[in-house]
């Protein structure tokens, strides 16, 4: 597939984008082979510090090691993300989103990361995001959309695992599109949070163009059938 990320992305949703703290580290080849077999074409990968959120999780060095053809969707949960951005692209993400939560200077960072060349494929660009922690007013993204291309709302708060689906995002996710429709700009929504095999039916409905997924894709051997079942309760959903 040829285009810039976005291009590739556009033709693509909805989608999943799969996350790989669950993924089984010892076999994780074998799981990536699985899983992008299955139609999956982004991975996800939750960067943590320990101080935006209480998990310590992996850096670049672990990202660019991750040697695949799927899109590296990568989420940073980090304190002062602005001078970290090279290195995490120089590691190949093509998406990489930003907390608004975590930094001053939101705006700088996303113009930043718009002048960035993908280390990948200098003619692809990168993708960029914002990503909202629950209980952050969705207000907030409005003078950053010039320079998104997706808004990711967190459905449960982040740091943890085993979080429920927070009941509140639908009627955030219908804030975020009204401000989407008023800034007249194509721009991409996602969730990101508590979507298991049970909820994922009533979630597709609500139309939004990527989930994060991870343990309902690695739990127990069959990621590969997991993945394929939720990529087609998305698209099912997002037709009815």
Do not use: Y
Request: a negative charge.
């Amino acid at each position: 597939m040829t285009g810039t990320v976005s291009e590739r992305v556009q033709k693509v949703v909805p989608t999943i984008s799969v996350g790989m703290l669950t993924a089984d580290m010892m076999v994780l080849g074998r799981e990536l082979d699985a899983i992008k077999e299955a139609g999956v074409v982004m991975v996800h990968f939750d960067v943590m510090d320990g101080k935006f959120c209480p998990m310590i999780t992996v850096g670049p060095p672990v990202i660019k090691s991750v040697r695949t053809d799927m899109l590296k969707d990568v989420h940073l949960m980090i304190n002062e993300p602005l001078e970290h951005l090279e290195s995490f692209v120089a590691a190949g993400a093509d998406l990489i989103t930003i907390h608004p939560e975590s930094t001053i200077h939101a705006h700088r960072a996303l113009q930043t990361l718009g002048t960035m060349k993908n280390h990948n494929d200098h003619a692809r660009g990168i993708m960029r995001g914002i990503a909202l922690n629950p209980g952050t007013p969705v207000a907030v993204v409005e003078p950053l959309l010039d320079e998104v291309d997706i808004v990711f709302l967190l459905a449960v708060n982040p740091g943890w695992g085993g979080q429920k689906f927070i009941s509140a995002t639908p009627a955030r996710l219908e804030q975020v599109r009204a401000l989407i429709e008023r800034s007249g700009r194509h721009i991409l929504t996602g969730l990101d949070g508590g979507i298991t095999r049970g909820n994922i039916g009533e979630i597709s409905k609500l139309g939004v163009d990527i989930l994060v997924i991870g343990s309902a894709v690695f739990d127990g051997p069959e990621s590969a059938k997991n993945a394929r079942f939720m990529l087609h309760e998305l698209r099912q959903g997002r037709e009815q």
